[in-house]
């Protein structure tokens, strides 16, 4: 309401309502941040209810209050602060200097602070009732607020309206519109000095505010209260009713004197009557609450300090003392007591025992929380203030007669009370004989001595009493022992302290016995044996040895019982505290007082802390952590002070060897858990180095007990493996390791400490060499722990300890006559360790080393060498020097933390070393699959499965139990191998070797039926044909091949001056192979020449690799000779189950002939035969052996022309049977044959070998020159056949181009010296020019002689390279497709990427195999690649790692199909061979009636013509035609005679594998199986992850012992599968079946 509202009206304001916002603080004081908050501000829907606006809007009472408007509102900045006043005024000093007001509580604090000064008095305008005063409306009432002194004068600025405000002279009320019941509930603050507060008053002024009469506040009454009364109380607190005066003039307000005779409220009007005035109808509210240190509104209190105004009310003050609040004692404490002794000297025989309990009283008001600041005061008073001389006599009396009353008393309550505030009353007994003392002279001081003695005698009476469970005296004693050491320390001041320990230990002994658990004395006896123990009374040697027998008797009892621990350490902590060594004479005693006493029961405690599990709550571990800190400190304290006397009384003490022995054991079982890492924090590095000092030396005194009590006949086997694991495991901890230490920290160590691992380690050669023939107890058990100590880097630890192996295996030969269990255990604990980070490479060095050691310690081989036995010796530490090698080169390898081929070869490498030099088969499983994971992580699918079937050809189809084992459940054996196969199966699916997928759904299938599980062989059996349809419809790629050197010293173990092959990635060519190997090898350099390094190289202290592309050799040629089959087919028997690669060099011999360069072109062959077929376990194998052949111009013109021929039947076949999208692969091969412009074709090769001068220099050739003679009119009879097919399908536009290469044909036929009716008959008639054009459709039962498949009269070696465009060069005929060609084809290539008609550079000695076309099978052009001359001088750099393409000569290299004598006799194809087949409705005799439909699945196919068949040729089988050895004999770790096979842990000693039988001109039987034919050639063993076929029985070979469960003698819960034993099902064949192909042949 504001005044100028109107017009023409003065512009007074008054204060209004306005509006109100509300925030929760609870919500914030969870957040440590400053954050702003936008508080929306609502007002009051009725003007009356203001008052209760903030209730409204905390409940959210909407309906009588909105919100002011969108567009309003406060922000506010809040944070939370933490910590006291003082703290916060330092830690935030620039919020202090914005003028923050600091807002304390309206009333005390709960904490109140001694010295804290207030004296504010709080007022609250609450409301009024006024009546309208003649007006027709109500009053718009205001009230002003007015302090005045006793002179009546307005107190200037005590008036204050909220915190932070400045303080005012007056304070104005909001006035409410037209109310004459207003309500405000207004607060303000009165600051009022204490010497202001006598004569002080307020003033309530109550005006009408109206707007109409020139805006003047005309006064319409008052009210006054005064601040205090009569009786001298302050305003009391609470509601105060008004009286309100009548007055109109504000003159008459001047003098206060005048109505302060005036009755201020309506209850002083009638003193006893609170009902109000009768004529008067209007009346004032007011609250007040007063927050004071010097002034009380507490009658009872005002009366007890003023006891000597009313003498007979002393007994009624004294007892309302009780019911005084505590606020207000406080307040008054010293005035209080004061008045309490002033009235024990008054009358102590009529008030003592009044006083008395009151004193006890206000002392045990000190112990409440809230008033714990007031000791210090009480304290102050009793030093400073307390003159009551006498009132220690009856502080005596009064305190032993309550005392003698405890053990009848019905209620314990007084009692306890009294006990409780022992402290301070034997402080003011102390104070008070001093002060007496000290005024008389010290008279009566036997009289003195004697009233305490008799007082503590009745406190041993009452302490000494026993009951049964708990009671109230038990509750008693306890109070007395929580303050009996703080008395203790009273006396001391007037008492001797010998005098004062005889009184605390006849008290404590006085104690009963420990009689039950959960009696709450036991933790009060400790308690106050903590303080006692703490106090200046043990500090004292005198009283110390007074107290200590006690003290451990107490600890003992505790100790034993595991009862109370927590105590028990913060009082043996106490106590070694003191005990440290001085120069006092008794600490030594002591010592060994306490180690008499508490050494076992403190070695027992230590082990049951640390062994028993540690509570889930967090406040629980946290103190049993706590607790064994305190006992293992204890402990080493204690050790720490003990001499070589000291330790031989300790150790004569016990009387029998069995309590020796235990005691012993005890104390090394809690050496090796204070030598955990996790026994103290990690920083804490000198607490380590102090505990590790103490430990050795123990050690070195204990050694001469465990020689003279336990050797000879009373050796002990536990204490002496318990010495030797100690001393192990204190070498091998953490903080000792020298090595990982900073320079300066070492020294430090070095300095203070020296190397306490050596110190030890010589200790235990002293001890090994006392054992004497009781050696041979410890060393099954103490191999692989010294092996351990050993590990460790310290040069001088390691020539002293390693040794010890040599009396290991001296003895272990002298009494089994061998030392395999040394050598088992060495091995098996070497892995693990070298895996844990121990061992380097100068420990294998050293290990194998024979150079005499330091001092009087000999190597180990020297030490072997002088035994019997030492070419066993020296074998065994060749092998162990091996395994080392191999395991840290797969340490370093998986550090890295790189899948790369390094680490897997390292896997590999280890993996091959356990299998056949040691037979660790546990171990070999292991590292199969750690292999296994890295070839997934890599990605190689194919590896991957080739690795898993490493395990699960160790497997057999039984249901023998099998325990859990790396991440396979417990399960049978038949279910983990049928998990592995399909594990294996998805693998090779990913790896895209469908065909293996089929042969291993064949064995699952087998097993399916033949316990008829329908449901997975149907599923098996979809699984399969889904692979066939991916064999024929997806189209893989054909890996590159690459032969790479790791020559130099450099070079791990496994890879140091060794040659491997190894299998590149998808579309990876010999540049991007290089990259990846220098990758992975940064510090290699590339050789630039393909030569072989000489050992300069080899013994280089570099890293030199040498990379190259090689060719694989196929094994499998019958399917790649096949005309028909897919090149989807072809392509994976072309890159799969590889041992042989070929890598060819050109060069000219004598004179090179500049027309005619073919006369002296000679070709060097390398061939390269490795461990183990690619692909398998590994990308890459080891060469094994290396070939060298020279080839003549006369052979290799021979093997051009062949291959060339092969070309083109292969191309023929895929034109006549219609798989080539465009004829033009087939044309410019016949263009490049036929018009060869460039090097003049087949007439070049006439030029040079038939020439006369020729066959008469070469006598010995005629057979080859024959031979050449023969390839060239069989390839002139494939031409024309080429031609007859390209005449068919040749586009229109394309007709020209025909005719002339039948043309072109025709003269070089001529030139040839060929008529055409010299080719036979065979040759004149083409199976081709038949009605439908395919063999397959053709029904004649006589065979066509003039098939290209044909048989020739003319026996020859087979050619086994197989024809791909894209893998081999063509001969010499032609280097360049013509002109012609090149336009008609839209192709420009040269003759070597069209034609392949030059020396195939797919061996280049440094280009990639396809090095310029995708790796698919497809008829695109390959680049020119070429292979680079040797140079005179080899250049090795980074810079320049390899020849690039265009930097490489040309050579002409020849892929030749086999080794001369490797060629085999083709068989001769008979007249009725359409017979070899079966026609696959007619069952055979073997097959039955259960097989009609099945086909015949013959391992090798009898060779025929195609046209013989009734039916069209099959698709050749995955199984069909594999070589010898098929895919298993192909794969890594196939031959035994390598390191990867595992053919002794397999089921079976010999690999089954299938036989080539030639065909008979009889109608052919099914071809036989023999059992023990050789896998791929007589060099190698058989496979050794193969699965054979199921009816040949296999030598049954066991898991591990570790890895099957033994068999139960119960009954299985569930049926087992019927299972069939091998030989009952060979004999009683159940069903015949066509045998399905081997796994091992994988």
């Known amino acids: 309401m504001v005044a100028g509202e109107k017009k023409n009206v003065s512009n007074t304001q008054y204060k209004r309502p306005y509006g109100c916002a509300v925030i929760s603080v609870a919500d914030l004081l969870t957040a440590d941040f400053k954050d702003d908050h936008l508080l929306k501000i609502y007002s009051c829907n009725t003007e009356s209810e203001w008052y209760q606006i903030h209730d409204n809007i905390i409940r959210k009472v909407s ?11 406060l922000n506010v900045s809040l944070q939370l602060l933490h910590g006291d006043m003082e703290q916060i005024r330092k830690d935030y000093m620039r919020l202090f200097t914005r003028n923050v007001s600091i807002t304390k509580k309206l009333g005390f604090s709960d904490i109140i602070i001694p010295g804290e000064i207030r004296n504010d008095l709080y007022v609250t305008l609450e409301r009024g009732e006024f009546e309208k005063g003649g007006k027709s409306v109500a009053r718009n009432v205001e009230v002003t607020v007015y302090l005045l002194g006793g002179d009546g004068q307005v107190l200037k600025g005590l008036v204050c309206c909220g915190s932070g405000e400045p303080g005012m002279d007056e304070h104005r009320s909001f006035v409410l519109y037209h109310s004459n019941n207003p309500r405000w509930a207004e607060h303000i603050k009165l600051p009022v000095p204490l010497e202001m507060f006598h004569g002080t008053h307020l003033r309530f002024e109550l005006r009408h505010c109206s707007t109409k009469e020139k805006g003047e506040r005309k006064l319409f009454g008052f009210s006054f209260v005064p601040l205090m009364q009569d ?8 509601t105060h009713e008004l009286i309100v005066h009548k007055c109109e003039e504000t003159a008459d307000l001047q003098d206060p004197a005048q109505y302060l005779k005036l009755p201020f409220s309506k209850v002083s009007l009638q003193p006893g009557n609170n009902h109000t005035i009768k004529n008067s109808k209007e009346s004032f509210w007011i609250q007040s609450s007063l927050c004071s240190t010097k002034l009380t509104q507490n009658g009872d209190m005002l009366d007890l300090l003023k006891w000597r105004v009313h003498p007979d009310r002393i007994i009624d003050c004294l007892s309302k003392l009780k019911d005084i609040d505590g606020t207000e004692i406080v307040k008054f404490l010293q005035d209080t007591l004061d008045t309490l002794f002033a009235i024990l000297d008054e009358s102590p025989q009529r008030y003592g025992l009044k006083v008395f309990d009151c004193l006890v009283h206000v002392i045990n008001l000190l112990q409440d929380s809230k008033f714990q600041l007031f000791k210090p005061v009480m304290d102050n008073y009793i030093e400073n203030h307390f003159a009551g001389a006498l009132s220690y006599r009856d502080l005596i009396r009064v305190l032993k007669w309550y005392v003698d009353r405890i053990i009848d008393a019905e209620h314990q309550e007084q009692i306890q009370q009294v006990l409780k505030a022992s402290e301070y009353l034997f402080k003011h007994i102390v104070q008070s004989r001093r002060l007496y003392a000290a005024a008389t002279g010290g008279q009566n001081e036997e009289e003195f001595r004697c009233s305490v003695h008799e007082l503590f005698k009745s406190i041993h009476l009452f302490l000494s009493h026993e009951t049964k469970g708990i009671s109230p005296i038990t509750h008693t004693q306890a109070v007395f022992l929580r303050s009996f050491p703080t008395v203790c320390c009273e006396l001391l001041k007037i008492f001797s302290i010998r005098e004062v320990a005889n009184l605390a230990r006849d008290t404590l002994s006085s104690l009963p016995a420990l009689t039950h658990t959960d009696c709450p004395l036991q933790a009060v006896k400790l308690q106050c044996m903590a303080k006692t123990v703490e106090s200046p009374l043990y500090v004292n040697p005198e009283s110390r040895c007074v107290l200590l027998p006690v003290v451990l008797r107490l600890l003992h009892t505790h100790l034993q019982e595991q009862k109370e621990l927590v105590l028990c350490a913060n009082i043996l902590t106490g106590m070694l505290t003191l005990n440290t060594p001085t120069a006092e004479c008794g600490a030594p005693e002591e010592v060994n007082l306490v180690m008499e006493s508490l050494s076992g029961v403190l070695l027992r405690t230590i082990l049951e802390v640390t062994n028993r599990p540690q509570p889930a709550a967090t406040s629980l571990r946290l103190q049993y952590q706590d607790v064994t800190g305190e006992f293992v400190a204890c402990l080493l304290t204690l050790l720490r002070q003990l001499k070589d006397k000291e330790y031989q009384q300790l150790l004569s003490r016990f009387p029998t060897k069995d309590e020796l022995t235990s005691f012993l054991l005890q104390l090394f079982t809690v050496f090796r858990i204070l030598i955990r890492p996790d026994m103290f924090p990690k920083d804490w590095t000198v607490m380590r180095l102090v505990a590790n000092n103490v430990i050795i030396t123990t050690i070195l005194y204990l050694s001469d007990t465990l020689r003279n009590n336990f050797l000879n006949e009373k050796f002990d086997f536990k204490v002496w493996e318990s010495y030797f694991y100690l001393c192990i495991i204190f070498i091998n901890q953490p903080c000792l390791q020298l090595e990982m230490f900073p320079p300066s920290k070492r020294k430090k160590v070095l300095e203070k400490y020296g190397d306490m691992r050596v110190m030890i380690g010589c200790e235990i050669f002293s001890m090994w060499q006392h054992l004497g023939d009781y050696k041979l107890n410890l060393i099954p058990t103490l191999i692989g722990p010294f092996m351990e100590v050993t590990l460790v880097p310290q040069m001088d630890l390691r020539n002293v300890l390693i040794p010890i192996f040599h009396d290991m295996m001296d003895c272990e030969q002298r009494r089994s006559g061998n030392f395999k269990q040394v050598e088992a255990k060495l091995i098996d604990k070497l892995d693990s360790l070298l895996s844990e980070g121990k061992g380097d490479e100068t420990y294998r060095e050293l290990f194998n080393n024979i150079i005499p050691l330091f001092g009087p310690y000999p190597s180990l081989l020297k030490k072997i060498e002088r035994e019997t036995w030492r070419e066993s010796g020296v074998s065994h530490i060749a092998t162990v020097t091996r395994l080392m090698e191999r395991l840290l080169d797969y340490r370093d390898c998986m550090k890295i933390g790189e899948v790369d081929g390094k680490t897997m070869g390292c896997t590999v490498n280890l993996l091959n070393f356990y299998k056949t030099e040691l037979n660790k088969e546990e171990m070999y499983i292991r590292y199969i699959h750690k292999l296994y994971e890295l070839h997934l992580k890599a990605q190689n699918y194919t590896e991957a499965s080739y690795t898993l079937l490493l395990y699960d050809e160790l497997l057999e189809w039984t249901e023998r139990p099998l325990r859990e084992f790396l991440t396979y459940p417990m399960q049978s054996e038949w279910h983990r191998k049928e998990c592995l196969h399909l594990t294996i199966i998805h693998n090779f699916d ?4 469908w065909e293996n997928c089929i042969i291993l759904c064949r064995e699952l299938a087998n097993q399916y039926e033949t316990y008829y599980d329908y449901r997975n062989l149907s599923k098996m059996r979809m699984m399969e044909a889904s692979f066939y349809d991916k064999i024929i419809n997806q189209q893989r790629l054909e890996p590159e091949f690459f032969r790479v050197g790791f020559y130099g010293k450099k070079f791990p173990f496994f890879l140091r001056n060794k040659e491997f092959v190894c299998r590149g990635n998808d579309y990876e060519r010999l540049e991007a192979f290089q990259q990846r190997m220098l990758s992975e090898f940064p510090h290699a350099i590339a050789m630039q020449h393909a030569n072989l390094p000489d050992q300069t190289i080899h013994q280089a202290d570099a890293q030199y690799l040498q990379i190259y592309a090689v060719s694989p050799v196929p094994e499998n040629q019958d399917v790649l000779q096949r005309d028909g089959v ?30 005619n360069e073919f006369k002296s072109l000679w070709v060097e062959r390398t061939t390269l035969t490795l461990a183990q077929s690619l692909p398998g376990i590994s990308r890459w194998f080891e060469v094994e052996k290396r070939e060298l052949v020279e080839m003549s111009p006369l052979e290799n013109a021979s093997e051009v022309i062949e291959n060339k021929t092969l070309q083109l039947r292969t191309l023929i076949a895929q034109c006549q049977m219609r798989q080539m999208l465009n004829i033009n692969p087939l044309t410019m091969c016949l263009n490049g044959v036929i018009d060869a412009a460039v090097n003049g074709g087949l007439a070049r090769y006439q030029e040079a070998f038939f020439a006369k001068d020729y066959i008469a220099n070469h006598p ?18 494939i031409l024309e056949f080429g031609l007859a097919v390209h005449e068919k399908f040749v586009p229109q536009d394309m007709k020209p181009l025909h005719k002339k290469l039948v043309d072109q044909f025709h003269v070089m036929r001529s030139s040839l010296g060929i008529q055409p009716q010299e080719f036979p008959a065979y040759v004149r008639v083409s199976p081709l020019h038949l009605a439908n054009g395919s063999p397959r459709t053709c029904r004649t039962p006589v065979p066509n002689t003039i098939s290209p498949e044909g048989g020739r009269i003319v026996a020859r070696r087979s050619p086994l390279s197989y024809p791909a465009v894209n893998r081999y ?6 280097s360049q497709a013509s002109n012609e060609v090149s336009n008609i084809t839209g192709q420009s290539e040269s003759s070597d990427e069209v034609f392949n008609m030059q020396p195939s550079p797919s061996t280049s000695s440094l280009s990639s195999n396809h090095s310029g076309s995708h790796n698919v099978n497809s008829s695109a052009p390959s680049s020119n690649r070429a292979s680079p001359l040797p140079s005179d001088k080899h250049k090795h750099s980074r810079d320049n790692t390899c020849l690039s393409p265009r930097d490489r000569l040309c050579s002409g290299m020849f892929p030749s199909p086999l080794d001369p004598t490797q060629r085999m006799i083709p068989f001769q194809i008979p007249v009725d061979t359409a017979l070899a087949r079966c026609e696959p409705n007619l069952p055979t005799p073997e097959m039955g009636s259960l097989c009609k439909n099945v086909r015949s699945l013959s391992p090798m196919p009898t060779a025929r013509s195609p046209q013989k068949s009734m039916v069209p040729p099959l698709t050749p089988s995955p199984t069909d035609g594999l070589p010898m050895g098929s895919l298993a004999s192909h794969s890594p770790a196939r031959s035994g005679s390598y390191s990867s096979g595992i053919s002794s842990l397999s089921r079976c000693s010999v690999s089954e594998t299938c036989g080539i039988d030639l065909p008979q001109p009889d109608p052919p039987l099914p071809p036989t199986v023999p059992t023990d034919a050789p896998i791929r050639r007589g060099s190698k063993t058989p496979p050794p992850y193969s699965v054979y076929e199921r009816n040949n029985p296999r030598r049954a070979t066991p ?17 087992a599968k019927p299972q069939l034993n091998r030989t009952q099902r060979i004999n009683s064949e159940p069903r015949h079946r066509p045998t399905p192909r081997k796994v091992s042949q994988l």
């Open 63 to 73: 309906s009588r209050y909105s919100h002011i408007g969108s567009n309003t509102g």
């Open 231 to 238: 009786n001298g109380r302050p305003l009391p607190d609470g």
């Open 990 to 993: 990913r790896g895209k070797c």
């Open 1126 to 1155: 897919p090149n989807n087919i072809k392509s994976f028997y072309k890159v799969n189950h590889i041992w042989r690669f070929r890598y060819d060099r050109p060069f000219h011999k004598g004179t090179k002939d500049k027309e």
């Open 1260 to 1277: 010995e050739d005629g057979e080859k020159i024959t031979r050449l003679r023969e390839l060239m009119f069989e390839q002139a009879h």
């Open 1369 to 1374: 060069s063509s001969s010499s005929l032609s």
């Open 1599 to 1615: 898991l591990p012992h570790s890895l099957s469960v033994p068999p139960s003698t119960d009954n299985p819960s569930l049926t």
